[in-house]
């Protein structure tokens, strides 16, 4: 049977989930397809029948296998994270399960994303460690508001932000996390991680945490200038699309 559609970006209430989670009470959620890893003891709702992601999930893999265990030799068991784009959680759970880390902060503004991170937070017993609490806004290098989401129908993930379409905020990371000393930061935006990253650069100084950071060809050049700029070296490159690639990053002083 096909997976449930996303079609509604009103289909799932974040606010009242989230309030309905700390109070104790039932959620409720849409209609999602079930998958269960027996070996792992993990669940994941899915929404999507033709994602990329939820197809790994579904198959018993984890999306971007490759990207996720180079991270798991360069950053420590017990991290701090912030992840950037969490989509419906594939890499989050990773970060809590699998690496162990001590607090995953997730960031997502697509509505339609919203209801299978948060069901897979709860699935898996994950709300002490994975921290919604800034689910439903977007990032950028100045806050502002009014954005909207341009759909794809077979990629959660290839949605982007749009300006004057809708009624999504957006803020600088460093307005959100002044208070986080992550050890990893993971960025996967669609476009637009050149204002992800200059709207880091405080924490980012701060913390000289690993970057994990999908780059789309249109910004090649201005994110290599930024990199040197910020004295961070290029463990890996890792190439899924002509699109796009993912670089893994550390600090220069690191070995």
């Given amino acids: ?43 994941f709702a899915l929404n999507m029948a033709r ?22 030799e360069h950053v420590k068991y017990g991290a701090e994270v912030i992840d950037i784009g969490a989509n419906i959680g594939n890499h989050a759970v990773y970060f809590a399960t699998r690496m162990q880390a001590r607090r995953v902060v997730v960031v997502e503004p697509n509505p339609l994303a919203l209801a299978p991170l948060v069901a897979n937070v709860v699935l898996n017993k994950l709300g002490h460690v994975i921290d919604m609490g800034a689910l439903g806004i977007g990032l950028s290098d100045r806050s502002e508001g009014g954005f909207g989401m341009k759909r794809h129908d077979r990629n959660l993930g290839a949605t982007k932000l749009r300006p004057g379409k809708g009624g999504i ?4 990371g460093d307005a959100i996390f002044a208070d986080e000393t992550p050890d990893l930061i993971k960025i996967d935006v669609e476009g637009m991680e050149m204002q992800v990253l200059s709207g880091l650069e405080e924490t980012i ?51």
């Fill in 1 to 43: 049977m096909p997976a449930p559609e996303a079609t509604d970006a009103s289909y799932f209430d974040l606010g009242a989930a989230l309030s309905d989670l700390g109070a104790g009470r039932a959620l409720r959620f849409p209609p999602f397809e079930m998958v269960y890893w027996p070996d792992a003891g993990l669940q």
């Fill in 51 to 72: 994602d990329p992601i939820q197809k790994a999930l579904r198959a018993g893999r984890f999306f971007e296998e490759e990207e996720l265990g180079l991270l798991a």
């Fill in 169 to 172: 905020e957006v803020h600088p």
């Fill in 205 to 255: 100084a701060r913390n000289r945490p690993v970057i994990l950071v999908e780059v789309d060809e249109e910004n090649a050049a201005g994110f290599e200038a930024w990199r040197q700029g910020q004295g961070y070296r290029i463990v890996r490159s890792l190439r899924h699309s002509a699109k796009n690639c993912n670089h893994l990053l550390i600090p220069e002083a690191r070995g």
